[in-house]
């Protein structure tokens, strides 16, 4: 048994064995095979590093798949029958063509947030209607393309957006669908949520203020012009959200807007989007709620307060990206350099932290520089048994906060070579990634019944010296 580590966290269990994999935090299909390895989808790592080398990024095909469905059926059961509901995937999590495939393939609709993401979704044939196109900045070009392409949605972020979007679709001879996206003061993240008046930052349109908000200047001017269709109501409240109560009150908000556009106009907007954010395990300290808990509570919230308004219950949808795809994948490292260094303890003391050096790190995963992220890690190789110590994941760049693991009990006797698995990656991980010291970027594979296929293959120098024009090859 380890003994807990002066260092560790409070929430981190010692581990006593590889054995131990935490199945909340790893696709629902990852095993612990009789070989040693980890497998995923019947897949040994072993095996996937050796053929694809690594870093590598190992998505669950199946696993995608079944969270796609949970969201889609939890929320379709719960509004039913009042409403019908529209999950778009949010590819800013994790987006190639064969994921919006497949998203499109369970049902869902796929959300996209540039003309880069939507070029990506026209190109996997998704049904452009189903396709919505967010941004807090787009350019004309994106909105043209967004038009041409005929895509479902566009969300409005400003004023000057929503006027650009009206002239735009005059000058194309068409109707832009929009939605408002509108800031209903109440940031959530994780277990709490925050209410207040004012919003201090970049995206949509304020509701404070009544009749001189921008969201109430914004409802005028789109029911206004002629080329703008206003399909409703758009929100999105935070990240990385495990309790349902910001949704809610978020909603209610909300809802009571739509009260007064109808007072006011006689129209009743058919949509309201509650946008995403729904939390996921990233280490043993996390329990996110079953999609099912989350789509009742504001199901019976959205309901009750429509009743109470005196409205129909709109047409909901909602955007869930990390809830779907970060589960579902996992990164593959080689355990390069190991070092036990000397630091000093909060009481006085000293001891060592165990460094582990991957062959990747802040390019292929930015989270923990950008947001102190904690994520988890097993020894994915081989089983051993025996003393854990307390280690530190770091990549290969050249910032010392170029942690990919701050805390984790790795064995004792792990070794140069060994492949380390960090689970939960799927999202914000690829598509945050960078070239950052010239590394270049891993591939992705999706694994489905023991086989695997290359989704986005690994960049190579070649790549890279393509785009710098002093090199002839
Ligand atoms: C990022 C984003 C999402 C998805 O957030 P997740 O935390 O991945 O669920 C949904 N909608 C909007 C508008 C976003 O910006």
């Known amino acids: 048994m380890a003994q807990d580590h002066p260092l560790a966290p ?25 070989s040693g390895s980890l497998s995923i989808s019947g897949a040994e790592v072993t095996r996937l590093a050796e053929q694809h080398g690594t870093p590598l990024y190992v998505l669950s095909e199946e696993d995608f798949r079944r969270r796609a469905r949970s969201f889609r059926e939890a929320f379709g059961e719960a509004f ?5 509901v529209d999950v778009f995937y949010a590819g800013k999590a994790f987006l190639s063509t064969h994921v919006a495939r ?7 609709c796929v959300d996209t947030a540039s003309g880069g993401e939507l070029a990506i979704a026209l190109a996997a044939g998704v049904d452009p209607v189903r396709i919505g196109l967010h941004g807090n900045n787009k350019s004309d ?22 006027n650009r979007i009206a002239q735009l679709a005059q000058d194309a001879g068409t109707t832009a669908p929009v939605m408002l996206r509108l800031t209903p003061g109440v940031h959530a993240s994780t277990h709490e949520y925050i209410a207040t008046a004012h919003e201090d930052q970049k995206f949509g349109l304020s509701l404070s203020g009544g009749r001189e908000s921008a969201a109430w200047t914004a409802v005028q001017k789109a029911l206004d012009a002629p080329a703008i269709d206003l399909r409703g109501l758009h929100c999105h409240i935070g990240s990385q959200i495990f309790e349902p109560t910001g949704f809610e009150v978020a909603a209610q908000k909300l809802i009571a807007f739509l009260a007064e556009i109808r007072e006011d106009r006689g129209v009743e907007l058919a949509e309201l989007d509650l946008g995403g954010g729904h939390g996921i395990a990233y280490t043993e300290a996390d329990s996110p709620r079953d999609p099912r808990e989350i789509a009742e509570a504001l199901a019976a919230t959205v309901k009750q307060s429509c009743t109470e308004h005196g409205l129909s219950v709109p047409r909901i949808s909602i955007e869930p990206g990390r809830a779907i795809v970060g589960p579902a994948g996992v990164t593959l490292y080689t355990v390069g350099v190991q070092k036990d260094v ?16 991957v062959d990747g790190g802040m390019s292929d995963n930015a989270r923990g520089v950008l947001y102190d992220a904690d994520y988890s890690a097993v020894l994915a190789s081989r089983k051993v048994e025996g003393e854990h ?4 994941i770091v990549g290969k760049h050249c910032e010392s906060g170029d ?71």
């Open 10 to 34: 409070s929430w981190l269990s010692s581990r006593s064995s590889t054995d131990d994999l935490e199945q909340k935090l790893f696709p629902d299909d990852a095993r612990r095979e009789a």
């Open 80 to 84: 039913a029958p009042e409403a019908e």
């Open 102 to 108: 497949w998203a499109a393939q369970e049902g869902l």
């Open 141 to 162: 070009a994106e909105i043209r393309r967004a038009l041409d392409a005929g895509i479902g949605r566009i969300i409005a972020d400003s004023l000057d957006e929503l």
């Open 342 to 357: 000397g630091v000093d303890t909060p009481d006085g003391g000293s001891t060592t932290r165990r460094y582990v050096a």
């Open 389 to 392: 110590t307390l280690s530190r």
């Open 403 to 473: 942690i990919v693991v701050r805390d984790v009990y790795l064995p004792t006797a792990t070794e140069r070579g060994d492949i380390l698995a960090v689970p939960a990656t799927g999202a914000y991980c690829h598509s945050l990634s960078s070239n950052y010291n010239y590394l270049t970027r891993p591939a992705v594979v999706a694994v489905k019944d023991g086989a695997s296929q290359v989704l986005i293959r690994r960049e190579t120098e070649e790549d890279m010296l393509g785009r710098d024009t002093g090199f002839a090859p």
